[in-house]
């Protein structure tokens, strides 16, 4: 038994199979075929391996990003001049990479609760009855006032005015503003971590630059006007009324090659449609949510209400690192082989169905054993010798 | 040297090897065979093809999501009535994708800085040694008052009395509030921005609809409480101590098809668990936070102190697309040839070792060279002539 | 007709073909041909399958952080005592997975809009001249003002004054503010919703339990001086001018195994660099912000700004979720075939090419056709005999 496991083992390791093979000497034949292989040889190696690397796996980032922005606006409203700075115009005022940069707004000042009439156009009454009771949409209270014609409502008085937005927009000097990005990306598989504060990014140079594609691209600081013109859009429009403006840091890095190279790409483009796609770009124009500061006078609570219209700025990280692995290398390499039977599969086609010669090379390429199914009991049908010289 | 060069070439060129292969004519081994073939085949182009799709490459999204709450609140505490606008109950202010709406609180008016006793309940004491001095939670100056039998605290007094939660919750009108959410999705592989305002849903549509899963699926215009219904919560007793509520915007987006059919699904789950869940479901209950609006009053910083409880809303967005490419396809395709050659060797074990005419087909599969293993340094052991038979 | 079909399908499912092959029966050859297919059999099983699990898919998921922070902070500038609670000291105040830890901060209060002189040591003059009119940044009037020598500027004033940040910091206390984490994950290819309260992690542990990777790893509170601490920072410095730190809770799980080995990790690292990397650490350090408190001052707007300097913490969840999947199974084994058949060619090339034997196995392994190349245009040239022999 020992020596039958032994025997079975040395026969195992020391036989080798290798396929039997025809070698069709046909120069039609053979030219079409290596054709064939050459260009799935081509196709694996150009296209696999060169232009999408397969060798490589990928991986996305984790990123962080901290935003500032810089500068002073300036209004005068009827005589008034008015200072308005970081804390007043950013929301939130934190750093996020999603925020608002307020350009225009509405100010309703010294509201308090109360009763008073809705805004003239809205909810119009000639009696009490056309004033319905307890509707929650700036709850009224069933009283028509003569004054205005319109009903009376429980509400913050006076109610906002917001039917007519300043024109031109009242913080046109948000154009500018410069907006500092820090961003930080995280390839875990790879345990690389990048800043875009690259090498030679240093202090001395972000305190004097001023992000231009072609000039600067590398520079964090970027002037608010020149994010607007970059994404295609009027800024004179979109301070206005607001709009939504992604800023895409893309880092597409290759970590094959240095760690230098691995530098951030940015680029800007309505967060709704570009202006020049017709039917979406209007859908990223118009951006503006309401704000209270609330105080206390005379005991009393009241609140000067903000509608801000401004411009969202979303900072979206993509990120996609590659870098050499003999995993998908030799995924790739196994699939290439998988291909390059197919090939075959295709020559044999045309050998075996198509050539004038065909019978000729299926005889070659073929052994039958049907003569053995004639006689399908008899196993001693076939001697020893006969099966060997096959 | 060049004739020899060229002459490789040519053999290599006007060659083509082809496996020698025996065609066993055995009806049960044939039609066992054929099935393991048809049926590796059916499974890669039934499951890899069309069920996984394995022929499209794909990709997720970045993308950025704008929200907007309208509806007005109404409370009336003792009398006091008061209203609730955007600007008072959502946090934060500028339309972020995680926000929450305040349904009840607990307000805590004209808090200053100062001494004050505990909460009774906290902090119990008969002497001033059982107030210990400086600890940080709420910072104790090891003074045992006699009224209240609680230590006096350095801190805004009065202090903050959270041990009962409003209810029914102040705010039940915050179940008619609506949500508007505008979300854009960019496949960056692929090229394509989509808005969830997709064809058909205008500005006309949008001012009157109504979210609804089965009438409305496409409106981005929901009710709150629709929003806590669809996930399965019951609206009093999350408005009363606050939730987590996520909306999942799926966008799974066949990008072979037009890009019509690339529309987005909303689905409504709890954060923590949903109610069906025992053991989770309660963590999805419960959010809130404490909020302080500072002023001055009499020259001295006072603030109100607002604890909020309220529907924690996240807007997340799952998207995948999937488009014909070149690489998947011959990957997947490669990597079935592959399989189809484990079929070939599991055909080879039974026609080899379990069939009764194993010997037989050995010997037409195998050629030995064993003969000429016996002799093995006479390379001329076997002539030319016999070498060509095989 | 029909019966050729029947033929032609009848010979299709009761023929198998299968390739004919030598048994090369030599040593050397059999022991490096086999050593070469055990060793690509062993990274098949070992690396594909075990070490790199390719027999599972894998899926990140979504996932929703909610953040409470606790603890009081106590300041005594001059004699003022004051107490900082979490609505003072937690930017934004609702719980988002990034805030801000006030830690320190400088502090103006009762800032008007006016006319008042810059800094000393900015914007110096001697003459009017000096001072240019309009310009953005803190909009000068063109006024040098002769007590100070500077210049005259429109602004909220007094103007702030930044150049000395508090050493020590106002708030060390935040050392021992706690923060307590919620997050959860839900894996969508799986359908597998997971929390970070684990199972045994229930409200009585929550309640005493503080972090340790070592002796806690699993409980969600954090003191806030043991996450710089871990993050390899120095608390007081990080406090003085701020920082920004990322807590990643990693969740990588085997849905093969039970859903109780899926747990979250905790890491902590600095967001722009960590201590022991020289050139990018102290981009982590530095983290400032404005923020303003409006109010109204005998009718006139007032406000309090503050220039905050705090602790940016980042929760970024990472998730890895595989469960075995028949699809990558199957791939990997058909890729890993086609690697079989590259062990195949190199050792057919050690056979065909190196070998001193080689001319022998060559002529076993190939059949020529070359003979019948000669009479190229008769097909009849071989009779049907001669090639059955073949």
Redesign the interface.
């Known amino acids: 038994m020992k020596s039958q496991i032994s025997n079975v083992l040395s026969d195992?390791?020391?036989?080798?199979?290798?396929?039997?093979?025809?070698?069709?000497?046909?120069?039609r034949?053979?030219?079409v075929?290596?054709l064939i292989q050459l260009g799935v040889l081509a196709?694996i190696i150009g296209?696999?391996f060169i232009y999408?690397k397969?060798y490589q796996s990928a991986d996305t980032a984790?990123s962080?990003v901290?935003t500032?922005m810089?500068?002073?606006?300036?209004t005068n409203v009827a005589g008034v001049?008015?200072?308005w700075?970081?804390?007043?115009y950013v929301?939130?005022?934190?750093?996020?990479a999603?925020?608002?940069v307020m350009t225009n707004f509405i100010i309703t000042q010294g509201q308090t609760?109360g009763k008073c009439p809705e805004l003239p156009g809205k909810d119009n009454c000639t009696t009490n009855g056309d004033c319905e009771e307890g509707r929650?949409?700036?709850?009224g209270n069933g009283v028509c006032l003569n004054q205005t014609h319109t009903c009376e409502v429980?509400?913050?008085c006076p109610v906002e005015d917001d039917q007519t937005i300043p024109d031109p927009p009242r913080l046109m000097?948000a154009e500018?503003y410069t907006l500092f990005i820090?961003n930080?990306v995280t390839f875990?598989l790879f345990g690389v971590?990048r800043?875009n504060?690259v090498e030679g990014i240093d202090g001395k140079y972000i305190s004097t630059c001023l992000y231009h594609p072609d000039t600067n691209p590398l520079c964090p600081i970027m002037k608010l006007g020149d994010i607007i013109k970059f994404s295609g859009f009027d800024f004179t429009t979109i301070a206005k009324v607001g709009g939504?403006i992604?800023i895409?840091v893309d880092w597409t890095c290759n970590l094959d090659r240095s760690l230098r190279h691995c530098k951030p790409v940015y680029t800007f483009h309505g967060?709704?449609?570009n202006p020049g796609e017709t039917d979406?770009a209007r859908?990223s124009v118009g951006?503006n949510?309401?704000?209270?500061?609330?105080?206390?006078?005379d005991?009393k609570?009241?609140?000067?209400?903000i509608k801000?219209f401004g411009i969202?700025i979303?900072i979206?990280v993509?990120s996609l690192a590659r870098k050499f692995d003999?995993?998908p290398t030799?995924?790739?390499?196994?699939?290439?082989?998988?291909?390059f039977?197919?090939a075959?599969v295709v020559?044999?086609l045309v050998?075996l169905y198509i050539l004038?010669?065909r019978?000729?090379?299926k005889?070659?390429?073929?052994?039958?054993?049907?003569t053995?199914?004639r006689d399908?009991d008899s196993?001693a049908g076939?001697t020893?010798k006969e099966?060997?010289?096959?």
């Open positions: 195992f390791f020391f036989e080798y199979e290798t396929q039997r093979q025809v070698l069709v000497r046909n120069r034949v053979g030219v075929c290596r196709y296209w696999v999408e397969g984790i962080s901290y500032k810089k500068g002073v606006g300036y001049e008015e200072i700075d970081v804390a007043d929301f939130p005022s934190q750093g996020d999603s925020f608002v609760m929650f949409k700036r709850t429980l509400a913050w000097s500018n820090k930080s875990p971590t800043s504060l939504a992604g895409l967060l709704y449609g979406t859908a951006y949510f309401r704000y209270a500061k609330h105080y206390m006078e005991k609570p009241k609140r000067t209400l801000v969202r979303d979206i993509q003999i995993i030799l995924t790739a390499i196994g699939s290439g082989v998988g291909i039977g197919v075959t020559c044999d050998l004038p010669k019978e000729f090379y005889n070659m390429k073929y052994k039958y054993t049907e053995q199914q399908v196993e076939i020893e099966a060997a010289k096959g």
